[in-house]
């Protein structure tokens, strides 16, 4: 069965740090790629997504992540953390099976705390 | 606009009990989802509805649990004889055309079972 590791369950960062959370996927089809974030206090939100063309997906509020098909990951990156990235981050895949679509797959998620 | 509405926010039942789940996905989207998060966990899969076509039940744990969904419009997910594992919080989603296109979630039912 498909499956979504995310490497790090809790990161602590001071601000300006640059952050990267990793995110791998276990199917070897044609995938989409998500990140959802989780700010406290508020409802899950898309922070990017990717389905084709350049790998190199940039989000909301500076955020970007990288598809590296060969190695089967997703990683998102900020080169400089603010207090307010404090949230929690899901990586998600959807892959296609004989040409439909399945079910969006999530990770267990990383909680960021950025440190003032 | 209006986004997914959930309700109730919060629900404690006791072991056995039935519970009914509600949600109002954003009008006009087809496609609605259902999910369970535990505590420490990811979210976990539970039922899809796209449109009129019959609903992917693939996720759901056990035959007690059933949802239904009216039209393009209200969910409701219903857990029969509730165990203690089932405490979780329930996220509904709901989503323009399918399973690949941006998820709106809603707030969520945090289900605590006795």
């Known amino acids: 069965a498909q499956s979504v590791s995310q490497h790090n369950h809790h990161v602590i960062l001071s601000e300006a740090a640059s952050l990267e959370l990793g995110c791998n996927y276990s199917?070897?089809?044609?995938?989409?790629l998500f990140w959802y974030v989780q700010y406290p206090g508020q409802h899950l939100q898309l922070l990017l997504k990717?389905?084709?063309?350049?790998?190199l997906v940039k989000g909301i509020k500076g955020f970007e992540a990288e598809f590296i098909k060969s190695k089967f990951s997703f990683n998102l990156r900020k080169p400089s953390v603010q207090w307010s990235d404090t949230a929690e981050y899901f990586c998600?895949?959807?892959?296609?099976?004989?040409?439909?679509?399945?079910?969006?797959?999530f990770g267990k998620g990383t909680k960021l705390s950025v440190k003032p | 606009g209006a986004g997914v509405s959930q309700s109730p926010s919060n629900k404690v039942t006791e072991k056995g009990k039935d519970v009914e789940l509600r949600c109002d996905p954003i009008s006009g989207h087809t496609a609605l989802y259902w999910y369970r998060q535990r505590l420490g966990q990811g979210l976990e899969f539970l039922i899809y509805f796209q449109g009129n076509s019959a609903p992917d039940k693939s996720g759901l744990p056990s035959d007690r649990f059933s949802a239904e969904r009216t039209g393009e419009s209200v969910s409701t997910l219903t857990i029969q004889r509730t165990q203690q594992e089932d405490s979780a919080v329930y996220l509904c989603?709901?989503?323009?055309?399918?399973?690949?296109?941006?998820?709106?979630f809603g707030p969520g039912t945090r289900l605590t079972v006795l």
């Open positions: 199917y070897g089809g044609t995938v989409n």
């Open positions: 989603a709901s989503s323009f055309w399918g399973s690949s296109d941006t998820q709106y």
């Open positions: 990717y389905f084709s063309g350049d790998p």
């Open positions: 998600a895949v959807n892959a296609y099976y004989g040409g439909s679509q399945g079910n969006l797959i």
